[in-house]
């Protein structure tokens, strides 16, 4: 009955640190620059400016017959050569992050249980969607959204081919998540695989997992977090550019099509905003972070506007 009763509620669940909200937490008239972001329509992550790399040859002489995976310490090889970021799960903030436990004051926001992604370096995807679920009192940690089988994973294997030497094979990160989220070489995942996990979760709920890709971020919020849903997006770790790099292309088993990663790829769960911010649960730097909003912006369309929500019926 609880969770029925939220669902009732949910519009009601909307706050703010102070009694009055100051009238700087309208939003204003959007500019033209902002109408016409407004107009994205979700076509999938677009193409992203790729670093060149160039393998650690020594790791390719020590590769297995063909056919055969290749070492975990052959891969790593690899990857220490590059400058590629998956998370960056162990590093510190490049740029100032405000972090707190309850509401900042004079920001509209939703009061959500905070999950973090600790002890998880790849996992912020299960991490975010782990705290919705809890807004509406489903308990449930992101370990298990994995184990329990709500969320496929699919690791990442290095081969090696006659004819390309080193090549790594691994799943659709929109179908499964890819690697292991306690790893610092995990991947992650995108949105279908966490809407997919969140409807077979929710079976024979009152409540229906959403698709609300290509919206933006100041729409999100007129349009869900002031009617008190908070909402899953994916971003870049503290809002810096992501990337590509060949380190992290890899050939999808069940189409043979070459994939690359997006790499410094985030997901966080947005929970408010102010006149100059945005305010989001990261997994990674703490409840309640301020971002500029230029910044997220920017980064949430980079990796393509994607978004999903949890609905009462």
Request: a negative charge.
């Amino acid at each position: 009955m609880k969770r029925i009763a939220l669902a009732f509620i949910a519009a009601l669940a909307l706050c703010s640190c102070s009694s009055d909200i100051e009238e700087s937490s309208v939003y204003e008239e959007p500019t033209e620059t902002e109408t016409e972001q407004e107009q994205f329509i979700y076509t999938g992550i677009p193409e992203i400016p790729a670093f060149s790399y160039s393998g650690d040859d020594t790791a390719a002489e020590a590769a297995p017959e063909t056919g055969a995976p290749v070492t975990t310490a052959a891969a790593e090889s690899v990857v220490s050569d590059t400058t590629t970021v998956w998370h960056s799960a162990g590093s510190e903030p490049t740029t100032a992050v405000q972090v707190s436990e309850t509401p900042p004051e004079g920001v509209t926001c939703l009061e959500v249980p905070y999950i973090s992604q600790q002890g998880r370096p790849a996992g912020c995807e299960l991490a975010s969607a782990s705290m919705l679920l809890a807004y509406y009192d489903f308990t449930i940690s992101p370990d298990e959204l994995i184990s329990e089988g709500y969320v496929d994973s699919v690791p990442v294997d290095l081969y090696e081919d006659a004819e390309h030497g080193l090549v790594m094979h691994g799943g659709d990160p929109n179908k499964a998540f890819i690697g292991d989220p306690s790893n610092e070489y995990g991947y992650g995942c995108y949105s279908g695989a966490i809407l997919t996990g969140l409807r077979r979760y929710l079976d024979n709920e009152y409540f229906d997992a959403v698709d609300i890709s290509g919206i933006s971020l100041k729409d999100l919020c007129m349009e869900y977090i002031d009617f008190g849903e908070p909402v899953i997006i994916w971003v870049s770790v503290d809002m810096e550019p992501t990337f590509k790099s060949e380190a992290n292309t890899w050939i999808i088993d069940e189409t043979g099509e070459t994939f690359t990663w997006t790499s410094n790829e985030h997901c966080c769960l947005l929970v408010g905003y102010d006149e100059e911010n945005y305010c989001f649960h990261d997994p990674l730097r703490g409840a309640y972070a301020l971002y500029p909003r230029a910044d997220a912006e920017a980064r949430y369309r980079e990796m393509g506007s994607q978004a999903i929500t949890i609905h009462p019926w």
